[in-house]
């Protein structure tokens, strides 16, 4: 069954203005935003339990009858989801909200024209509580088993045509009792079935279920559900929503209570697509009309420079009275407000605490709780200025800030009610120069449906980007400012690499299913795969154009690195050099760059130390091969104009990266700067013997995942080039140039399941320093045994994978040579279970073998001085801890997630696979379809979403540590039938 996905609470007593209700009337509908005529079928089920007080719970009569004479709750029920005369009906409702564009019609199989007779189940209501996951469940396909719900086959239950009832929604018999469970399955929530039984003959699949409290006191509860039905998410936070208000009483899916509110007007435009939201793009004087009018202009997107993935909208709200207002009564007020959207978020939703909508509001420390939760400091009415223009200035100073709290800059004031109802006000962005903003590039970049893309700029200017548009691979290129595709499109895969071989594009590409290596050539304007060794099983792949030939890298099976030569006499890869790099050394985050009659490898030997190191391939098939004798963590390469080879490399337990030179005879350190601590794609550009580096700025505050640039300066010093060139961690970033600019493409992941890139580029550094130049080398520092100073403060874990831990010793001396020695004890045991003797090297990696406590021991010495450190450490090796495979309860297809127990530092990779057991019985490919290795970047699970036709499948679940090594897997079953 599907997941729940939870509504707000309803208050079981009528507000105070409840009987206002009586006398509203609807809203006129005489407009169309967009010029959607859409209707939508509701089937309505009544149930009691077994175990239900009375026969039939709609005949009874209640406070609400006594108070304000309201009727039976069979009169309700007609009233709140028939009536299109009253104002706060479900038809009404969403008549009015979509400028009547949309029409509800709900149908009740069991009214018999008096009355509505209930369908009695077969179990009590503690039978289904007590099962709560599958207690809905069984009351739906007994519901359709028994015939309750049959109706005219004439009548239309399917108008969007997806093959499933537009939506059911279920009413509970829960008189004297009480619903406060939110996981119970009577609490007011939207979820999916996905039985087989049909109605109509179409399945069910959307459904909201409601009880006696939110199905007959108003038609709040009613609307909230029913709009996630078609979309939209809850815009309050969890359990905390008295507390932790980021929309409060401005939308109905943050605040359900009557009279009904109207969504914000973006989440009308983006969710249903009944208005268009337009974006202001410049300074200027603007008028909106309010929310409830079906005329004019309802709000505005204000967008800067400084985000792709957040803006700002402006709307105007009126707080109606109490005569004449059918709607938006109890907003906090009448005037502008102005709310934030991050798009990072799934689906936009406030659910989990991490806020998708958030509305602006000034709050200088100087207001109420009541105000605060009342969010009377959220709307701006006439004569009031919204914002901060000072960029220095934050939230705390009425500044319209972003997630991070950096200034939007942006600015409105002026604000006029005209005598037509509308508002007119002026918007001003921010100045931006003191920013050094990073531009946008006139050539936009093409769809890239995924982060992993690859580029490589050839010799005469020409960008070429293989990058994954819809399912599949293809090559564009960009040349006097335009991007246009090459050839047909490749097909999927994982790992893309591109190279240049005679001045044409090569591809390589990774079968996520069967570890094979793909390559391409573009050849007579389409592209031609090359054949490749049957036998072999590799890890990864990647290749190499170079001017004595086309190069494919591989690790096999056993972690051993190969190279494969393109022979074109043949039109096969064949072996070049086998076991290039021993599997003892285990190379991972290989990098691969041409240079004259050679090509060099850059690796870090997971398998030694993680030292960073490289190998010279000449023409004539010599090898050289050298160690910096320094461990990273990840790194990048690339070459300058004078031969030398750069790599740049994040320090292995740092938050810095420092760069290295190799003249291929030995290694010299240069300078290191500060970047993000956890993994991510960097770019290396030497330009001019200037280095340049894309890279992720994280840890500081204000900065976490950020793409940053920087450049290193001619007295030696990194500095960052310009402003953030994204306000987004980058998942993938290539730099290049051109005769004026540095240029940065990057690509990152937009929080709902696809990513985004960017173009964007930078004046040229102004005061750069060549490296070539430099003569420095990292300083040491020389003492006599007298006045060595040793101190140890401690041991840290950089790095616990599941299967290796990586420690170092935080240590400080002035002496020329410290050693190390460490052992490890099992507490349980009190074996020592790991000895490295002494060691000119403070960090050690190891691999525990059981789940339990162990007690890391370092002796530090320097000039017969002597310290240590003790660390005792619980260590659980990663495994899966669960998975699900279950329809999407938020659109079409499955949702597929696998969990581990642990996801260090978020280093694991995760992937689902799909095998087609019809495929396979047929002797035919199986696998079709995976997500690859995907990394996330934050806590344990990673869902994914797939499409299948009707059949019988098995799912893959795998986890790997981020160098690919798998760590665990499960397969399971199931049909789709």
């Not at 300074?283 to 800067?304: D, E, F, H």
């Not at 420079?305 to 938006?328: C, H, T, W």
């Not at 173009?759 to 520092?781: I, R």
């Not at 978020?906 to 990394?935: F, V």
Request: one cysteine or more; charged letters at 20%.
């Amino acid at each position: 069954m599907k997941k729940k996905f939870r509504g707000t609470i309803c208050a079981a007593a009528v507000l105070f203005l409840g009987i206002i209700l009586s006398v509203l009337v609807p809203v006129e509908s005489s407009g169309q935003k967009n010029g959607k005529d859409e209707s939508f079928a509701n089937v309505v089920v009544f149930v009691r339990f077994a175990d239900s007080p009375t026969e039939n719970f709609l005949e009874d009569k209640d406070s609400l009858t006594d108070m304000y004479g309201y009727g039976t709750r069979t009169e309700r029920a007609r009233k709140f989801f028939q009536d299109t005369t009253y104002a706060a009906s479900l038809p009404s409702y969403l008549e009015a909200v979509s400028y009547g564009q949309f029409h509800v019609k709900s149908f009740f199989p069991q009214d018999n024209g008096t009355k509505i007779i209930p369908y009695t189940l077969s179990k009590g209501f503690s039978e289904y509580q007590n099962n709560s996951a599958l207690g809905e469940y069984e009351i739906i396909a007994e519901l359709l088993e028994s015939g309750t719900l049959s109706m005219d086959s004439s009548v239309n239950l399917d108008y969007n045509g997806d093959g499933c009832v537009d939506n059911l929604t279920v009413v509970m018999d829960t008189t004297g009792r009480t619903i406060s469970d939110r996981d119970g399955f009577a609490y007011p929530h939207k979820a999916n079935f996905d039985g087989s039984q049909t109605l109509n003959g179409s399945y069910i699949g959307a459904y909201n279920v409601l009880n006696v409290s939110t199905a007959f006191d108003d038609a709040g509860t009613i609307c909230h559900e029913f709009l996630h039905s078609i979309g939209y998410p809850d815009l309050y936070v969890g359990d905390d929503a008295n507390t932790d208000r980021p929309v409060g009483g401005w939308d109905i899916m943050a605040s359900s209570m009557v009279p009904l509110r109207f969504p914000l007007a973006y989440m009308r435009s983006a969710v249903s697509g009944w208005l268009t939201v337009d974006t202001l793009k410049d300074s200027g004087r603007v008028t909106l009309a309010p929310a409830t009018s079906p005329n004019g202009s309802q709000a505005y997107i204000l967008k800067t420079d400084q985000s792709e993935l957040e803006f700002f909208v402006v709307e105007y709200r009126v707080k109606g009275n109490p005569i004449d207002a059918s709607y938006d009564l109890r907003v906090p007020g009448t005037g502008l407000i102005v709310y934030r959207i991050n798009t990072r978020v799934e689906r936009l939703s406030n659910i989990t605490g991490e806020y998708g909508v958030y509305v602006h509001r000034y709050d200088d420390g100087s207001f109420s709780q009541v105000q605060l939760n009342n969010l009377e400091h959220s709307v701006f009415a006439d004569g009031s200025t919204i914002g901060n223009g000072d960029m220095t200035k934050g939230a705390s100073e009425g500044a319209i800030v972003y997630s991070d709290g950096s200034n939007s800059g942006i600015t409105i004031d002026g604000i006029v009610t005209n005598e037509d109802g509308t508002v007119s006000f002026d918007v001003h962005y921010g100045d931006t120069e003191s920013l050094d903003l990073w531009k946008k590039d006139a050539a936009s970049i093409p769809e890239c449906s995924s982060t992993m893309m690859d580029m490589v700029q050839a010799s005469d200017g020409t960008i070429y980007m293989l990058h994954k548009s819809g399912n599949a691979y293809q090559v564009s290129f960009l040349k006097n400012g335009t991007w246009e595709q090459i050839g047909n499109v490749l097909k999927d895969g994982n790992e893309p690499c591109i190279t240049l071989y005679e001045g044409r594009p090569v591809v390589s590409l990774m079968d996520p299913a069967y570890k094979k290596q793909s390559v391409f050539l573009y050849q007579d304007g389409n592209w031609k795969e090359v054949s490749l060794p049957a036998a072999d099983f590799w890890n990864k792949a990647s290749i190499v154009g170079t001017d004595f030939g086309l190069f494919s890298v591989v690790t096999g099976s056993d972690n051993a690195l190969s190279v494969y030569r393109y022979r074109a006499d043949t039109g096969i890869l064949e072996v070049y050099m086998k076991n290039l790099i021993p599997s003892s050394e285990y190379p991972v985050q290989v990098h691969l760059t041409p240079g004259e009659g050679a090509f060099y490898l850059g690796y870090r030997a997971f398998g030694d130390g993680e030292l960073l190191k490289s190998v010279k391939v000449s023409k004539d098939g010599t090898v050289l091969k050298s160690s910096s004798g320094f461990a990273c963590e990840d790194l990048t390469m690339a070459r300058s104009d004078n031969g030398y080879l750069y790599v740049l490399a994040r320090q292995k337990g740092k938050a810095e990266a420092a760069l290295f030179q190799y003249d291929d005879s030995s290694w010299k350190g240069l300078d290191s700067f500060p970047i993000g601590k956890s993994t991510a794609d960097m770019s290396l550009l030497i330009r001019g013997g200037v280095p340049y580096a894309a890279v992720r700025s994280d840890g500081q505050s204000g900065t976490d995942g950020k793409t940053a640039v920087f450049y290193r300066s001619s007295d030696g010093v990194w500095s960052q080039l310009g402003y953030y060139a994204g306000n987004e961690a980058p998942e993938f970033a290539f730099l290049y140039s051109d005769e004026e600019y540095i240029k940065l493409v990057f690509s990152y992941g937009s929080g709902n399941g696809g990513s985004l890139a960017e173009h964007k580029y930078h004046s040229l550094a102004p005061n750069g320093g060549k490296v070539e130049e430099s003569t420095s080398q990292p300083s040491s520092s020389e003492s006599s045994a007298d006045d060595t100073k040793l101190y140890c403060s401690g041991i840290y874990l950089m790095e616990d994978d599941g299967i290796t831990i990586t420690a170092g010793a935080v240590t400080e001396s002035n002496a020329e040579h410290v050693m190390y020695r460490w052992e490890i004890t099992d507490e349980r045991t009190k074996q020592i279970v790991y000895i490295q003797d002494w060691i000119e090297f403070p960090f050690i990696n190891w691999k525990p073998e059981n789940t339990g406590s162990y007690r890391l021991h370092v002796e530090v010495m320097a000039d017969n001085k002597n310290v240590s450190s003790e660390l005792l450490y619980n260590f659980s090796s990663v495994r899966i801890s669960g998975i699900c495979q279950m329809p999407n309860p938020y659109g079409n297809g499955f949702m597929i997630g696998v969990e581990t127990n642990v996801n260090p530092n978020s280093n694991l990779r995760y992937e689902l696979m799909i095998l087609d057991c019809t495929l396979l019985a047929q002797g035919k490919p199986a696998w079709i379809w995976s997500t690859g290795q995907t990394s996330i970047a934050s806590g344990k699970t990673l869902w994914a979403i797939w499409n299948p036709k009707y059949g019988y499948y098995w799912t893959y679940f795998r986890v790997y540590n981020r160098d690919g090594i798998l760590l665990d897997d499960k397969c399971f079953g199931f049909q789709n039938i």
